[in-house]
């Protein structure tokens, strides 16, 4: 049997009790050789059971897991501290609050040889649990949700952005550094933002299978969309620009909506564009609905604006915010080109 790259999977966790035991049984029964796999926890300091739980299914594989210590709970920090103790030739970041096809390792091992590319990942697949998580899959599924994002586009495939979670040659880090430690989010697109400047690639594939469980309530999607948006802008203003436009499409509709509000007294356009983006929501909240349920509809519909609204008025706190106080520095950019690095060799064998 050829010899396979050793793998570490990375994993930020803080306060998982809920999904941590169902995770660590997928990363258990992968088809990737047991001998050649190490999982890293960057655990947050939990205080729940996720520890306790930790423990207990990780006597199934002795000496395969490792809990590393994230006292800022952030999980840029905690990537970084995992990628530092890591040993494997691949790492793989994953997520907890998702689960995996059984052969999620082989697969994205074998699309780093094959392509040649600096990070690999498949489309972010939603699942749910339960009616308003249905719900907020069939938003994420339309355009009119997400836009053009090629990584949130099931049938998507090829040279994208960015991509979910993320395999990486360790030789990578060597070249654009680690994940921004002060990063809150979007520290994953922003670390593929440097990928990018640095003259390396992402491949999306189909193969690589993942599901992911998005948030239960309108509070928490609230929440989420907003500190994507404020991230956005952090990475935006320490690039001095984006990849695309398309994250920023939020904000201008925002600001475009309040740019009618004030000046409503003087036209009529207000009531027309908010008729027309009403109409457009319902519509597309009856198509997509049909998929879990045409009864979803009206929920459907009511999330896109919480997706473009949140992310939007993130976007401009961001803006504010990191304009104000930037809390980055230019090192954390980049230590060079992958055209300075050459050819990546791990086991002996050319990794790509």
Same mark, same amino acid.
């Given at each position: 049997?050829?010899?396979?790259?050793?793998?570490?999977?990375?994993? *930020?966790?803080?306060?998982?009790?809920?999904? =941590?035991? %169902?995770?660590?049984?997928?990363?258990?029964?992968?088809?990737?050789?047991?001998?050649?796999?190490?999982?890293?926890?960057?655990? #947050?300091?939990?205080?729940?059971?996720?520890?306790?739980? =930790?423990?207990?299914?990780?006597?199934?594989?002795? #000496?395969?897991?490792?809990?590393?210590?994230?006292?800022?709970?952030?999980? $840029?920090?905690?990537?970084?501290?995992?990628?530092?103790?890591?040993?494997?030739?691949?790492?793989?970041?994953?997520?907890?609050? @998702?689960?995996?096809?059984?052969?999620?390792?082989?697969?994205?091992?074998?699309?780093?040889?094959?392509?040649?590319?600096?990070?690999? #990942?498949?489309?972010?697949?939603?699942?749910?649990?339960?009616?308003?998580?249905?719900?907020?899959?069939?938003?994420?599924?339309?355009?009119?949700?997400?836009?053009?994002? %090629?990584?949130?586009?099931?049938?998507?495939?090829?040279?994208?952005?960015?991509?979910?979670?993320?395999?990486? *040659?360790?030789?990578?880090?060597?070249?654009?550094?680690?994940?921004? *430690?002060?990063?809150?989010?979007?520290?994953?697109?922003?670390?593929?933002?440097? &990928?990018?400047?640095?003259?390396?690639?992402?491949?999306?594939?189909?193969?690589?299978?993942?599901?992911?469980?998005?948030?239960?309530?309108?509070?928490?999607?609230?929440?989420?969309?907003?500190?994507?948006?404020?991230?956005?802008?952090?990475?935006?203003?320490?690039?001095?620009?984006?990849?695309?436009?398309? *994250?920023?499409?939020?904000?201008?509709?925002?600001?475009?909506?309040?740019?009618?509000?004030?000046?409503?007294?003087?036209?009529?356009?207000?009531?027309?564009?908010?008729?027309?983006?009403?109409?457009? @929501?319902? &519509?597309?909240?009856?198509?997509?609905?049909?998929?879990?349920?045409?009864?979803?509809?009206?929920?459907? $519909?009511? =999330?896109?604006?919480?997706?473009?609204?949140?992310?939007?008025?993130?976007?401009?706190?961001?803006? &504010?915010?990191?304009?104000?106080?930037?809390?980055?520095?230019?090192?954390?950019?980049?230590?060079?080109?992958?055209?300075?690095?050459?050819?990546?060799?791990?086991?002996?064998?050319?990794?790509?």
């Amino acid at each position: 049997m050829a010899k396979v790259p050793f793998v570490t999977l990375a994993v *930020p966790c803080f306060n998982e009790e809920r999904y =941590i035991e %169902a995770f660590l049984d997928d990363v258990f029964e992968q088809d990737y050789p047991a001998s050649s796999i190490e999982v890293l926890i960057g655990d #947050g300091m939990s205080t729940d059971r996720t520890r306790e739980i =930790i423990a207990r299914v990780s006597e199934k594989r002795p #000496g395969v897991v490792r809990v590393i210590d994230n006292p800022r709970r952030l999980q $840029a920090p905690g990537l970084n501290a995992m990628i530092a103790a890591a040993k494997g030739d691949v790492i793989v970041r994953l997520d907890v609050h @998702a689960r995996y096809a059984k052969d999620f390792v082989r697969q994205c091992v074998e699309v780093l040889k094959e392509t040649g590319a600096q990070n690999v #990942g498949g489309p972010a697949r939603p699942a749910a649990e339960n009616w308003f998580q249905k719900a907020v899959c069939a938003a994420l599924e339309s355009k009119l949700g997400v836009g053009n994002s %090629a990584f949130r586009t099931l049938d998507a495939e090829g040279w994208v952005e960015t991509v979910f979670p993320g395999a990486f *040659p360790r030789g990578v880090f060597d070249v654009v550094g680690g994940f921004d *430690p002060n990063a809150i989010t979007n520290e994953d697109a922003e670390l593929n933002q440097r &990928i990018h400047e640095a003259g390396g690639r992402v491949y999306l594939s189909q193969r690589i299978v993942v599901h992911y469980f998005p948030r239960d309530s309108y509070r928490g999607l609230a929440k989420q969309y907003f500190n994507y948006g404020k991230g956005r802008a952090r990475t935006a203003l320490k690039h001095r620009g984006l990849l695309s436009l398309r *994250p920023m499409l939020p904000f201008f509709l925002v600001v475009g909506g309040v740019t009618l509000l004030v000046t409503s007294p003087w036209h009529p356009l207000l009531p027309i564009a908010l008729g027309l983006y009403g109409t457009a @929501a319902a &519509i597309e909240g009856i198509r997509v609905s049909r998929k879990y349920g045409i009864h979803l509809a009206p929920v459907v $519909a009511s =999330i896109f604006p919480v997706l473009h609204v949140c992310h939007g008025v993130g976007f401009g706190v961001g803006l &504010i915010h990191y304009l104000r106080k930037p809390d980055w520095h230019d090192e954390a950019r980049g230590r060079g080109s992958f055209a300075e690095a050459g050819p990546r060799v791990e086991n002996g064998e050319a990794l790509a």
